[in-house]
């Protein structure tokens, strides 16, 4: 009987501990009222004055009435990929909000691997080619179980073109992709 009670116990303590504050969860910014349009806008101007926010690009309408502009997450100064914020605003007054942020990022942002130590791991990843002609990008990479802290490069090895994703720390690969944008 001892052992069952012993075994419930633990099975009940297990799912009663919260996940890792690290786990990457999205949070969708979406207004579908003046309250949580007002509310997010508040939000979104805490975190452009707070750095969290970074306006990536700005855009006036052509009569110059309504302004359109785009933010990025970032993380001690590290873009976070697969964020982005969009607010449009008619003179001072926020019309429109939407986007995706990560809210509870918590990684050690500063590389283990420095720029040159990162270029010669995608110069190895070329196979033969010269490497990247584009300098690495520090980055955020989030996970499904966790943020990881990548330098990121297009390698052209023979005819094909990857978007590699190394650790910062480790130099190992994290992800590769076909480059989804060859033409940057």
Do not use: C
């Not at 890792?20 to 999205?26: N, Q």
């Not at 033969?128 to 179980?145: E, F, K, N, R, W």
């Not at 990548?150 to 130099?171: E, K, N, P």
């Amino acid at each position: 009987m001892l052992p069952i009670v012993m075994h419930a116990g633990l099975v009940a303590l297990w799912l009663a501990i919260p996940p890792p504050p690290d786990v990457p969860k999205v949070v969708a910014i979406t207004t579908a009222d003046e309250a949580s349009l007002v509310d997010w806008d508040r939000k979104v101007s805490h975190l452009v004055r707070r750095g969290d926010l970074k306006l990536r690009e700005e855009k006036p309408s052509d009569d110059g009435q309504v302004r359109d502009e785009w933010f990025v997450q970032v993380h001690d100064g590290v873009p976070v990929l697969g964020t982005e914020v969009w607010r449009q605003a008619k003179g001072k007054k926020t019309i429109a909000i939407e986007g995706s942020i990560y809210p509870s990022i918590t990684l050690n942002a500063k590389p283990k691997l420095s720029l040159h130590e990162a270029r010669v791991v995608f110069i190895t990843l070329a196979k033969g080619s010269p490497g990247p002609s584009q300098p690495p990008a520090l980055v955020i990479l989030p996970q499904p179980d966790k943020f990881v802290l990548v330098y990121q490069a297009r390698v052209l090895a023979g005819a094909d073109l990857t978007l590699y994703s190394i650790d910062a720390s480790t130099g190992e690969v994290v992800a590769s992709e076909p480059d989804p944008n060859p033409g940057q």
